[in-house]
């Protein structure tokens, strides 16, 4: 998604293909570990045509696949994508979209354009007209002046953030032994016997269900013209989570598809006698195609 940047160029020059403008806004992501779907709150950073930085409060790898959950901004709706991540440091994340709709592109699409129509050219900031009157000399003292502050903004960069560190790591240190000092005081109690999974209809669990993902209707099935109806047997933990999902019937090219989709799904905990239990229910996906 970049390249590298001309070295005769006196200005900055964007070095990615498609350029990112900064976009800060609430923004959920669920990561599949184990079988069990974890959210990871997070707030977004820069958006582009292609992908999104995000700072999250939580760790995730190069290479794992999330599923996105923002509201772009002056658009309307709600926006649920899938994302593989590129980098991560420290806390932040660059995440590239996977299997976008058409809909999904023009509206990503329609938002950088607009943004560009007011910032051009977001990774430079010196202008045309500017550095066409500039001449040699006043250009290599602007430039000196220029590395200068950036070295001084960049050591006192670091010293913030190793203040910072020392900071949080004696936060953390004392609030690691305070939770210990809480956690021997309470009294220890008896385990609750969990109760075995109850058989729930299809209908009421879809009255239950907080989050769908839809299912990426395979290519070469589409080319073939396979529809159909996949049946799954689904299993669903005490907290909502779906944590095991077997094909019960439907054609063999699409029951990947459903079961990759339903393993995101969520619901609202089912609860006998005030205490929420684990499902098995059978839910059915409708592969109509076009």
Not at 265 to 287: C, E, H, S
Request: charged share 20%; glycine share 8%; net charge positive.
């Amino acid at each position: 998604m970049s390249v590298s940047a001309a070295q005769s160029s006196p200005t900055t020059v964007n070095s990615r293909r498609f350029p990112r403008f900064p976009l800060s806004i609430p923004a959920d992501v669920t990561i599949l570990r184990s079988g069990v779907a974890y959210s990871i709150p997070g707030r977004t950073v820069t958006l582009g045509e292609r992908g999104l930085g995000v700072v999250l409060a939580g760790e995730v790898r190069p290479g794992d696949s999330v599923n996105l959950d923002f509201n772009l901004p002056d658009f309307g709706g709600r926006l649920q994508l899938q994302a593989v991540v590129r980098y991560q440091a420290f806390l932040k994340c660059g995440l590239e979209f996977q299997s976008l709709t058409p809909q999904q592109q023009r509206l990503i699409e329609h938002w950088t354009r607009t943004k560009s129509v007011t910032n051009p050219n977001p990774a430079s900031p010196v202008g045309k007209s500017q550095s066409a009157l500039a001449t040699p000399s006043s250009f290599t003292a602007h430039a000196g002046h220029r590395q200068r502050r950036l070295a001084g903004v960049r050591r006192a960069v670091n010293v913030f953030l190793a203040v910072l560190l020392v900071f949080g790591g004696l936060y953390w240190w004392h609030w690691h032994r305070t939770w210990n000092e809480l956690e021997s005081r309470i009294p220890a109690t008896k385990p609750l016997v969990p109760q075995p999974p109850v058989s729930v209809p299809a209908a009421v669990m879809q009255e239950l269900l907080i989050h769908r993902v839809e299912p990426i209707y395979p290519e070469g099935a589409r080319k073939a013209k396979i529809k159909g109806v996949v049946a799954l047997d689904v299993a669903i933990g005490t907290d909502g989570n779906v944590i095991e999902v077997r094909p019960l019937s439907g054609p063999d090219e699409l029951t990947s598809a459903a079961v990759d989709a339903v393993k995101w799904w969520r619901f609202k905990p089912y609860v006998i006698n005030g205490q929420p239990v684990g499902v098995k229910t059978t839910l059915a996906m409708d592969f109509r195609g076009n």
